[in-house]
Every structure is written in C-alpha cells, then in structure tokens.
C-alpha cells in the first residue's frame, strides 16, 4: 500500500495521469485530472462504471472553479461557491468545459466544492478540479479506511492520500444548480 502525506507528490502523481485514493467528507474518493482521458478511463475499468453515468468533479477553492463560473447567473454561481453544512455536488450546464468523458451521457456536470481540509490541500496542490468517484467496484460499499481501498484495489492504484477522512455522515447530495432540485440524498 502505497501512502503519501505529500500533497506535491499526489499532484505530480496526477499531472502523470495516475489514479489516487483519497478522503474526502464522508468517504474515500479515487480522483485524476479529469481531462485525461486515459486516467478517467482507468477509475471506469477500476470501479466497473459505466460511462455514461458521468463523474463528480471537485475543488478546493473558489478560484479552482472558474471556467463554470464564467458560464451561470449571479444566482447560481453563488450556489455553486457557497458553503454549505451537507456536503453538496451541483449539477451545473457544461458541453464546452468539462469532457464527454467525465460528463458521461449529460450535458452537464456535477461539481463539488469541498470544505475538507485534505481535499482543499490536494486541489491547491494540483491546481484545479480533480474528479471525484466513491472509492469501491459497483455494488459495494465505499471505502471507509485507507484499508479498503486498498482491499479493493490493491495496487491497481498509484497512491492512497494519507490524510484524515471527513466527519459528514454520507456522500454529497447532489442538486441542480439552476433549480435546486435534489437528485440525490
């Protein structure tokens, strides 16, 4: 099991198109560039996804999020910076920003941006998005522990982002940026 405290390191790991294990506020999440085809491809193959389910994408801080920005109202992209005490991932409109092979089958994309301190350290780190998928093959339960993303994937992975996991009690709800409507809890 290959652990890195190193937020420099997990960054380089991913400019090179690796795949990271790390926690994010409730669980562990697998994360690459998103606009690396090949790394995104390899979390699909890993977790057993379909594409067209498209991907999470999630930053650190404010800045880290603006090409979406850009592109809504006022209204909404307060929604998008703002701080929330249920972690939250808005669906925000995209064909020109974020890839097909991200988006999946949507004309948008589901973005989150995290209060976690590891996440926000990886993201600055990184400088920009990374994507974020619950760290488990479909139909099993996300990791909890750096433990079980290794019992999932061995070294399937590039690194496990030694940090602490967040205190939220379930993954992020997921809402429309434009109509709040809630798709997941």
Known sequence: MHLVTSTTELAD????????????E?????????FNENAVRRILTLKSRPEEKG??????????????LETLDVHAAQRLISINDIPTSWVVPDTKITPSWVRGEHQSVAIRLSQHDPVKRLCAAFQGVIVSTSANPAGLDPALSAEEVHAYFGDQIDAIYHAPLGKASKPSQVRDILTDKLFRV
């Open 13 to 24: 790991i991913i400019r090179k198109g690796g795949v990271i294990a790390y926690p994010t």
């Open 55 to 68: 991907l999470i994408l999630i930053a650190g801080a404010q800045e880290e999020l603006t090409p979406w």
């Open 26 to 34: 409730a669980v562990w999440g697998l994360g690459c560039d998103p």
